[in-house]
């Protein structure tokens, strides 16, 4: 085995160049299989047989945390201006139990598109792009906490340790690239998510269709490249010894997914010491679309950055790419979690995701690419309709209705599902469960979302558990 030259291991062992060396012999490979009679690659890992039968081929999720107040964005109540100020009826179990009387959105809304969408005036350039988008105006959280509710948003559980949805697509559908991950995470430059990392982790799914998380800031990868006052002859003993320990390890625990994966990602490493930087920089991209994502944006530049770095993903042949918009808590708050003021904190959220996600749908509609992709903007809950406070400017969690909407492959353009009642208490007409969410979003996908199932702990998980419908209406 140590003197075979065609085992993985041990060619990484005897690269004095370090794991650069495999990157090189990838894109020679590469131009060999461009001559005129192509020898395909040797077969990949992750790769599964086939392709998806549905109209999807590959998505990206936007994710807002702190939960978006659908009355303040896309749910336009008239009623709710009429009863502005006086007592609610209703029974409201707000999440810190400080019920205030109905407050009309402080936003004006005005119809949109041939469509006719009612959009607030917080998301002038989303306006713009609602007859390409697919509302989902009834949706239903299990929780008014905020990590609960973004887990199950993320993972279908409330519960912490399920495989998000990233994950169970890389492992449904393997990737389609040699050179990048399946599944890739852009947090926000601002901080992470509630929860954290545990948001993109695959569970009890074998680890290597975990999430990888690009830094917002500096180096892309941390340890993408080798330290440089490591010499070679040094690196290569080290290499050599790794190689043996693993191939130790793995002898004698054969059923341990962790460090196949943990050497799936080394091997992956030497692939991504090439196709990262030329990922992560933009110096090919026009002006104009620099300028239609507002990556020099003051305010908005950060996450217009993820936005474009998510297209390009897509082009290189990532298969999910999950952008945060927003962090975990702070004060003051870097989320659109607005207990204290709906105005002054929905004003400033909005208006660093309204002008990148448009430039997104554009881009891609331009590109012929929204046809096959599929386009997901999430939250974890919605806001009440009334004050949290008597008197006060904010609102509180609101799980009961709230908003999400999706665009591209196989959607109705333009159109509305759902719908809540006069004030925006709750789901009046289609209410529509994270489960019924997830199972359309495998639909799209080719994969029946009640087969997708994995065998852990005496039971076959999945990501809907026992739930789900997909939502035929939005179908086209």
């Known amino acids: ?129 609602v007859d390409d988008i697919t509302f989902l105006c009834s949706m239903k959280a299990k929780s008014a906490n905020h990590t609960p509710a973004t887990f199950q948003m993320n993972s279908g559980f409330t ?11 890389s492992y449904g559908l393997g990737t389609v690239n040699q050179d990048l991950p399946a599944f890739v995470v852009l947090p926000d430059p601002r901080g992470l998510p509630a929860g954290g990392a545990i948001n993109w982790t695959s569970g009890f799914l074998p680890a290597t269709h975990q999430g990888t998380a690009f830094n917002p800031k500096g180096n892309p990868v941390d340890n993408l490249f080798p330290a440089g006052d490591v010499n070679a002859a040094d690196r290569q003993a080290a290499l050599g010894l790794l190689g043996t320990m693993n191939q130790e390890f793995g002898t004698a625990n054969p059923g341990d997914s962790a460090l196949a994966a943990r050497i799936r990602a080394y091997e992956l490493a030497a692939w991504m010491q090439v196709s990262i930087p030329q990922v992560v920089s933009f110096e090919s991209e026009p002006e104009h679309i620099k300028k239609l994502y507002g990556i020099d944006d003051p305010v908005a530049g950060g996450f217009a950055r993820n936005c474009l770095l998510a297209r390009r993903l897509l082009e290189k042949g990532v298969r999910f790419v999950q952008l945060y918009h927003g962090g975990a808590f702070g004060s003051p708050r870097i989320n659109w979690d607005a207990h ?3 105005v002054e904190n929905h004003t400033k959220q909005a208006r660093s995701m309204d002008q990148p996600v448009a430039a997104l749908l554009t881009d891609l509609k331009q590109r012929g690419m929204l046809d096959d992709t599929l386009i997901l903007w999430t939250t974890e809950f919605g806001r009440t309709p009334i004050t949290q406070g008597v008197g006060k400017p904010g609102r509180d969690h609101h799980p009961f209705a709230y908003t999400c909407w999706m665009a591209g492959a196989g959607l109705k353009p333009g159109f509305s599902y759902g ?32 087969k997708l199932t994995y065998y852990h702990n005496g039971t076959r998980r999945r990501l809907t558990d026992v739930h789900g419908e997909v939502i035929q209406g939005i179908l086209r």
């Open 340 to 342: 204290e003021d709906i």
């Open 159 to 169: 519960l912490n340790g399920f495989p998000c949805l990233g994950a169970w697509l």
């Open 1 to 129: 085995m140590q003197n075979n030259p065609t085992h993985r291991r041990h060619f990484l062992t005897q690269a004095a160049g370090g794991l650069g060396s495999i990157a090189l012999a990838a894109l020679l490979a590469e131009e060999a299989w461009a001559s005129p009679e192509p020898i395909p690659p040797a077969p990949f890992p992750l790769r599964r047989k086939g392709e998806s039968g549905g109209r999807a081929k590959r998505v990206i999720q936007i994710f807002c945390c702190g939960g978006v107040s659908h009355i303040d964005t896309f749910d336009y109540k008239p009623e709710l201006i009429r009863m502005d100020g006086k007592e609610c009826k209703k029974v409201f179990d707000t999440f810190f139990a400080q019920p205030g009387n109905l407050m009309k959105s402080p936003f004006s809304f005005q119809q949109h598109g041939k469509s006719g969408k009612w959009v607030s005036e917080l998301l002038p350039h989303l306006a713009g792009r």
């Open 419 to 450: 719908s809540t009642d006069e004030i925006g208490y709750d789901t009046a007409e289609n209410p529509v469960s994270v489960y019924d969410f997830h199972a359309t979003v495998l639909h799209l996908l080719g994969i029946d979302h009640t």
